[in-house]
């Protein structure tokens, strides 16, 4: 099955650094991936649409500056949490989809990252 | 703003019993639907996606869609306790065809 890898697992950083967060399709080639955020015990919110080769789309209230996002290839998009805040520990989740599926089939998930900003 | 709306649960059936959970949404150009597991701390993983308005079965798991009433389920049988955890249901649109996740429900299933 269609597998997405997503690095590092579990992040510490302090405030002010700057964290990146790999998302990589491994057995598959998506133009599109996206990035989710989920606090605990709250669901899913959309953060923003990874284009290959093109802008992300970012969600309502997303900064673009502080989540920069590149998607270099069909196979990897990162998200880079700059200046990070402690505001910023979340679960953070990427997902993609084949290109090659079909209009009705579903985005495979990351493992998430788990990120704590001291 | 589109909306997937969950009952967030708790929901508790005993070992053997149907789980039943609902969702509705507001978002009419919705085109398809997913059931999503996530056990706590872990990444969600698919269960099913329906399309199409009625019933579809995966071994214990049964969607249904009534695309007129906005509104989808999933019916668990037969529950075991390894069933226990937050069910995200999920509605896909637009042109990326981004999917947009309720709140969960979280199930627990008692031995």
């Known amino acids: 099955g269609a597998v997405v890898s997503q690095h590092p697992s579990r992040v510490i950083c302090k405030s002010g650094t700057s964290v990146k967060i790999e998302c990589r399709s491994l057995d598959f080639q998506a133009t599109t991936m996206f990035w989710y955020r989920q606090f605990p015990k709250k669901s899913l919110m959309l953060m923003a649409t990874?284009?290959?080769?093109?802008?992300?789309?970012?969600e309502q209230g997303v900064e673009k500056d502080k989540f920069l996002i590149n998607h270099a290839s069909l196979t990897l998009s990162t998200l880079t949490v700059t200046s990070a805040h402690p505001e910023d520990s979340s679960f953070y989740i990427c997902s993609a989809r084949d290109l090659n599926s079909g209009r009705n089939s579903p985005l495979h998930f990351g493992n998430g990252t788990r990120l704590t900003v001291t | 703003q589109k909306e997937v709306e969950q009952n967030s649960g708790p929901l508790s059936v005993p070992e053997g019993a149907i789980a039943s959970l609902n969702c509705t949404y507001s978002d009419r150009g919705s085109q398809s639907f997913f059931w999503y597991r996530q056990y706590s701390g872990k990444s969600p993983e698919l269960i099913m996606f329906?399309?199409?308005?009625g019933d579809k079965e995966d071994g214990r798991f049964t969607a249904q869609l009534n695309k007129a009433s906005q509104y989808v389920s999933l019916l668990i049988r037969d529950s075991q306790p390894s069933d226990s955890a937050t069910y995200l249901c999920a509605s896909q649109a637009g042109s990326a065809r981004q999917l947009t996740f309720g709140s969960g429900t979280q199930l627990t299933v008692l031995p």
């Open positions: 329906i399309y199409s308005n």
């Open positions: 990874s284009n290959e080769g093109s802008k992300a789309t970012y």
